[in-house]
């Protein structure tokens, strides 16, 4: 078993900054890769942004290149998402997630083998 935990969500204006961190137990490794997603009400699932352990090669959805940040903790098998220069429409609740896909793109949230609980983020105006 596997349990991803969120942490670091919470009210922030916008222009603001927040720093979420996602730490994975139960195993000794994470998987392949660790991604990010968020939900909107009334709407779909969007990724993020992802981190791929092998290479550190980093992954992030359009809107969030230039200002969100995803970045390994060391000696853990955890990732932070670093938020910059939020925005109303980046309120959601956020997912960890980490997939054990070797070759994913990891864009998709169907690439991913365990899910965290979520953490509320919500940027006023």
């Known amino acids: 078993q596997v349990q991803l935990v969120e942490s670091g969500g919470g009210l922030v204006q916008a222009g603001g900054s927040l720093r979420l961190s996602c730490t994975a137990s139960g195993r000794s490794f994470s998987g392949y890769a660790m991604g990010w997603f968020r939900q909107a009400p009334g709407k779909e699932r969007e990724f993020v942004a992802a981190?791929?352990?092998?290479?550190?090669?980093?992954y992030y959805a359009d809107p969030m290149k230039g200002r969100f940040t995803i970045s390994r903790i060391n000696a853990k098998n955890a990732v932070y998402l670093q938020m910059d220069t939020l925005k109303p429409e980046d309120t959601a609740v956020y997912y960890c997630a980490a997939s054990w896909r070797m070759g994913g793109s990891y864009r998709s949230d169907y690439e991913y083998d365990y899910w965290g609980q979520g953490t509320q983020v919500t940027v006023s105006s």
């Open positions: 981190f791929r352990w092998g290479d550190s090669s980093a």
